[in-house]
């Protein structure tokens, strides 16, 4: 069974990290008058805030999943979306890993799905599985299966496109490069760094839509790499 999974992040929504981000950030140096560090605070120190908050969305210590989007072998992608704002249970992290959780619990359970499943995604072993892992131990929501996040992009549980593509050290292995090289359409005019901009605007739709774009695009290459396009 072929699980292709994508997912979508965002930095921390939680204050205390806001804070201690904000902390860290001071003036230049070569600043040194009290009236210029007070203008460098008003009008440059909350984008310096801002810029070094979004670096939280690339792991799971501090960043957070809004968009969970994964399809079983050839059958239709399964979206799971938190909309900004929203602070009902089912809306909440928790309740996306827990929904989660109990779908894919449901098809590996499935006596006519084929095992043992292969989780399929790219860059998959680098960033999606373990940071859905790292959700679930904060969430303390435990999957109840075996959710490879360890894995070695050569393990038999898991197939990473960017890695069986361009290898360790390979150079163009973005998504959208290899999509064009393979003569598939490419990611357009959305990508990861548009995403959090895109929720706190309340474009849900955009990002779901995108979300699970990329599943479809990562089962095409998947098909493509093992010769069974």
């Not at 072993?125 to 859905?132: A, C, E, K, Q, Y």
Request: aromatic fraction near 10%; hydrophobic fraction near 35%.
């Amino acid at each position: 069974m072929n699980i292709y999974l994508d997912i979508e992040t965002i930095p921390s929504q939680r204050e205390d990290i806001k804070s201690d981000i904000a902390e860290t950030i001071s003036h230049p140096g070569n600043i040194s008058k009290a009236e210029t560090i007070e203008k460098w605070n008003a009008e440059k120190k909350p984008a310096a805030i801002d810029s070094k908050l979004r670096e939280t969305a690339l792991g799971g210590t501090f960043g957070e999943i809004i968009c969970i989007c994964w399809a079983i072998d050839e059958s239709p992608v399964h979206t799971h979306y938190r909309k900004h704002n929203d602070t009902r249970w089912e809306n909440n992290e928790l309740g996306l890993l827990s929904e989660f959780f109990t779908e894919i619990n449901a098809d590996l359970s499935h006596p006519q799905r084929p095992l043992p499943a292969k989780w399929i995604g790219h860059n998959i072993t680098g960033f999606d599985l373990r940071f859905i892992w790292q959700r679930a131990v904060i969430q303390q929501v435990p999957p109840p299966f075996n959710l490879p996040y360890d894995a070695k992009a050569w393990d038999d549980s898991v197939f990473d496109t960017m890695h069986e593509w361009a290898g360790s050290q390979g150079k163009d292995k973005s998504l959208d490069k290899v999509c064009k090289a393979l003569g598939l359409k490419g990611k357009g005019d959305m990508d990861g760094s548009k995403v959090y901009d895109a929720w706190l605007a309340g474009e849900d739709e955009k990002i779901k839509e995108y979300c699970a774009d990329d599943v479809s695009k990562v089962r095409d290459i998947h098909n493509m790499l093992t010769f069974n396009a």
